[in-house]
């Protein structure tokens, strides 16, 4: 899977929107961009993808820039139970077999929500 | 519909002992992946198991590490003669299909201590 990199750690405040940015300047044609977020002490919990176009769903939006090297994900208004580490991983569309298909997790971004 | 499910939550082992961890996956999947979050360190992806098979075991240590996902009942990560470097939270995540599109829900975890 192709390299992603993100920013340590972010700081927000509640009920405000906030922007977790995601460089992959390798990304493949066919790499699917997958956010993953990690709760504390919790599972790691599926929040958005995208390939091309800019995403929306019950938890969050996905802006994919034009030549696809560089992702947001938009928390639109955080609340404290936002707090979590954010994983911004790569996907092959076009399994070839042969290959790991677990999921490949950097260090992510501590996103830390304050009062 | 229920999540996936793993059991322990909670497991102590003296070295030596074996630990077993299961992981019953969602309704209807039949790939499951087991991840290693050794304390203060990311997530490893392990292996990735359909029904009666090891499809990619890319991950797993070399000795004393094994898994299996029997045609009935729950998958099981079995690690014999546990040692302290084994205290790790290990997760199981199962998904409908393999290809690049596919998300992976993950079980709450179970927290491994070796005492």
């Known amino acids: 899977d192709a390299k992603t990199t993100q920013p340590n750690s972010m700081e927000s405040n509640e009920e405000e929107p906030v922007h977790l940015p995601c460089n992959h300047s390798?990304?493949?044609?066919?790499?699917?961009i997958h956010w993953y977020r990690q709760l504390p002490s919790q599972g790691p919990e599926y929040v958005i993808h995208g390939l091309t176009s800019n995403v929306n769903n019950r938890m969050a939006s996905l802006a994919i820039a034009e030549d696809r090297k560089s992702s947001t994900l938009i928390l639109h208004r955080a609340t404290l139970r936002d707090a979590a580490v954010y994983y911004c991983i790569l996907r092959d569309l076009m399994y070839s077999g042969g290959g790991a298909d677990g999921l490949t997790f950097g260090k992510g971004t501590h996103l830390i929500i304050q009062p | 519909n229920a999540g996936v499910m793993q059991n322990p939550r909670h497991l102590v082992r003296r070295r030596g002992q074996e630990a077993r961890l299961r992981c019953s996956p969602m309704?209807?999947?039949?790939?499951v992946y087991w991840y290693r979050q050794l304390p203060e360190e990311g997530l490893k992806f392990m292996v990735y198991?359909?029904?009666?098979?090891?499809?990619?075991e890319s991950g797993m240590p070399k000795e004393r590490f094994s898994a299996e996902f029997p045609k009935e009942g729950p998958s099981i990560l079995r690690i014999q003669q546990v040692v302290r470097g084994d205290s790790a939270a290990y997760f199981c995540?199962?998904?409908?299909?393999?290809?690049?599109?596919?998300?992976?829900?993950f079980g709450a975890g179970t927290r491994l201590s070796v005492l």
């Open positions: 309704k209807g999947h039949s790939h």
């Open positions: 198991l359909q029904k009666e098979n090891i499809i990619d």
């Open positions: 390798t990304i493949s044609g066919t790499d699917y």
């Open positions: 995540a199962s998904s409908p299909s393999r290809t690049g599109m596919n998300i992976q829900y």
